[in-house]
Structure formats: C-alpha cells, structure tokens
C-alpha cells in the first residue's frame, strides 16, 4: 500500500533521516489510534520514522510502545517499538464515540507537533483526523488543523489547502466557509496570491520546475461569455492575466465540468478551485485511497490523510476497518516534501 509519489522508504532514506516526523493523536475515539498502529507496522522496518503524539493507553498492549521525552529519541526506538510523547485523555476514551471533554488534549497534541517542528526537532507534521464539531464545543474558534496551523505560525489567511493524490492536485482558495460566503469571498487578490503560493510550493516542496496551473471558472460553463455568470470575466481572468504577466504558467478559466476528466487533467500540475467541493469532490471521487490533504503557504510542513474521523468504522480499542493507504501516503509525502524542500533550499546556498 502507498501511492507512487516517489521513492522513500528505502532502508537509506530511513538511515538518512535526521529528524522523526511527528504525528499527532486526532480525535481519540476515532480511526486515528487503529491507524497510527498500522501505519507503524507498515513502516518500522523501512522508515521513514516518525513519534506519535497521544495518549499512550490507545495504544499500549497493541504493539510495543514507548513513552520518549524528546522526538530526537524516535530514531533509535522506531524499528522496536512505537514512540510515543504522552499527552493524556482527560477522560476515558470511548472508542467510535467522540466526547468534547478530550479535545484540550486533541490540541495539546497538535501544538507539541508545531513546536517541535519549529525547533527543528521534527522534520513535518502529519495530522490524524479531527472532528471539528467536538472541538467546537469545546469552544475551539477554528474550523480546521488548517486555519489553527496557520494561527500557530502567526500566518492567519495566508493558509492555502490543497489535495493531492498521484492523477491530481487541486488548490482551494476558499477552504472552510458555506457556499454562499464562499462566493462573496472570493476575489481577485486572493486568487492571486493563493496562486503564488503554490507555484512557489510546487517549485520548492514538489520539484516541479514550470508548474502547470489550471484555473477553474465558477459558472456553468466558465460563464459562457457572461450568459451564465460574470465572475470569470469581473473577479478570475483578471487574476490570471496579472499572473501570466508575472510569468506564471496559469491558463484558463476552465468550465468546472470537464477539466477533471481524465483527457484534461494531463494538460496540468495543479488545479485552483473555488470552493471546497468544486476541488475535493473530484480528487476524493477520483483516489480518495492515495489522496492527502496538505498546508501550504506556511513554514511548516503538514499533510494528513485525505478523510475523517470515521467514527463508524472503529470497532474497539485499537481496531477499525478502515484502510489505511491514505495516512501511508501522507506519511510517505511528508517526509518526499522534506528531502525536495531540503534539496531546494540547498541548492539556493
Ligand atoms: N483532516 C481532518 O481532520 C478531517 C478531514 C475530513 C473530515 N474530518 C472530520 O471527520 C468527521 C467525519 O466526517 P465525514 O463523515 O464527512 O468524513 P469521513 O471521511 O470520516 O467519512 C466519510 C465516509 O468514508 C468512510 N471512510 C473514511 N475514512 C475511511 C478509511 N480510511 N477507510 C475506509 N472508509 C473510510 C467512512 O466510513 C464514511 O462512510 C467530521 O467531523 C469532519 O470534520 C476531519
Ligand atoms: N476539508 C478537508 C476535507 O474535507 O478533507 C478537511 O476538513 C480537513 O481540514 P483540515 O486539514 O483543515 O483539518
């Protein structure tokens, strides 16, 4: 299991690696702890290593566990047993049924990942699943790991989301709003510089030389020439034609019907999108297996499977039935994004 996105778990990368990367809890009662122990048996062997950061008593008595006191102790402890920094439930985990008393520690979790991060002591983020009306109960302002990483790194509405699976990435440059405020939200300096960014992150974090970048229309039709909407000629072609001056290579807008199928998608790298379900509709219909979710525009690195919590699936302590392809690849993408960041900013010296 695992996407293609290049080759990482090799027993030199896993020797090469100078820091774990570090995985956070999610919500306890959901696939997040079943996972985290797939995803260490899968990968123990082969790296790359990372520490999880949760509540150990998820875990403990399914495969060897370790409680460590710095991330720099996972190297050595990953082929043997699980690494783990302790952050405790604050009350007893019910598996498959959220409650919003343990969300102080779901973000206890997050923020000690961000931080070693920071310090250098992680190489990336991966996130488990969090259920956003739990934390919201709880009185947590934010509506994802998105917005509240860009809070943490002092970057609030720079965040840029994207999906990417190996036949297609999308961008959105509205990410967690209704529709409705979606579309007033929407407009040209903010295409343009959700664009920006991942040009820049595709150059930096993904390799891709020229990125490709199709840009989606919003209208039946990208508009039909204003019959159908005017956005496309008022708020998104001039945001394409200031960036193809600024020689970005963006084209469109496209008609949102048929630039996911499989005769277009070739023609891109990255396809920005205007709302949440224009972009992940596709991309989760396509290969949600391999889809991960990644936060651009920001100095961390942070992916995350592309699904949720699924609290259906969870059968017990540790089990679930759910597939575990899509943290492997987010595991697998960050630590790829890392080595091609490292590479890139090398190459800058
Ligand atoms: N990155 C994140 O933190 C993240 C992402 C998406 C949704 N969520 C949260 O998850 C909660 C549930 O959301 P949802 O129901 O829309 O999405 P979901 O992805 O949890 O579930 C949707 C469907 O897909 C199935 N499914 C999910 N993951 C699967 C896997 N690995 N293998 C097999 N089947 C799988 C589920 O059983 C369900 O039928 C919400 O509270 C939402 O906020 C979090
Ligand atoms: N919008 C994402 C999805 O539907 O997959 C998801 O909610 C995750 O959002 P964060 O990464 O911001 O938690």
Not at 22 to 42: E, Q
Not at 69 to 98: R, T
Not at 305 to 327: E, I, Q
């Amino acid at each position: 299991m695992g996407a293609n996105f290049g080759k990482v778990g090799t027993e030199l990368n896993f020797l090469a690696q100078k820091a774990p990367l570090a995985l956070t809890m999610g919500d306890p009662s959901g696939i997040g702890p079943c996972l985290t122990i797939k995803a260490w048996k899968h990968f123990r062997k082969k790296g790359p290593v990372f520490f999880w950061v949760g509540d150990v008593e998820l875990i403990e008595g399914e495969i060897p566990v370790k409680i460590i006191n710095s991330p720099y102790e996972a190297l050595e402890i990953f082929p043997h047993a699980l690494p783990i920094i302790n952050i405790p439930c604050a009350v007893q985990v019910k598996p498959g049924h959220p409650c919003f008393r343990n969300a102080g520690a779901v973000i206890k979790s997050i923020d000690y990942a961000v931080e070693a991060v920071k310090k250098g002591e992680a190489q990336a983020i991966v996130t488990n699943p969090i259920a956003k009306y739990i934390l919201s109960e709880a009185g947590f302002k934010y509506p994802g790991h998105t917005e509240y990483l860009a809070h943490l790194c002092d970057l609030s509405e720079r965040e840029v989301m994207m999906l990417a699976c190996p036949s297609l990435k999308v961008v959105l440059t509205t990410i967690h709003v209704s529709l409705r405020q979606a579309m007033d939200d929407l407009n040209t300096q903010h295409i343009i510089d959700v664009t920006l960014t991942a040009n820049e992150s595709l150059k930096r974090d993904f390799g891709i030389k020229n990125p490709r970048i199709a840009m989606a229309g919003l209208n039946p039709h990208a508009g039909e020439k204003g019959l159908m909407g005017v956005e496309e000629g008022f708020i998104i072609s001039p945001a394409i034609k200031f960036l193809q001056e600024k020689g970005v290579n963006v084209f469109g807008p496209l008609p949102p019907d048929t630039m996911f199928s499989s005769i277009v998608r070739p023609q891109y790298d990255v396809a920005i999108c205007h709302y949440h379900d224009q972009g992940l509709i596709p991309i989760k219909t396509l290969d949600q297996a391999h889809g991960v979710n990644v936060t651009l525009g920001l100095p961390i690195i942070r992916t995350s499977p592309d699904h949720g919590t699924a609290f259906d699936l969870v059968r017990g302590k540790g089990d679930c039935m759910a597939d575990p392809s899509s943290l492997f690849s987010a595991i697998e993408m960050a630590a790829e994004m890392s080595a091609k960041k490292q590479a890139f900013e090398e190459a800058l010296k």
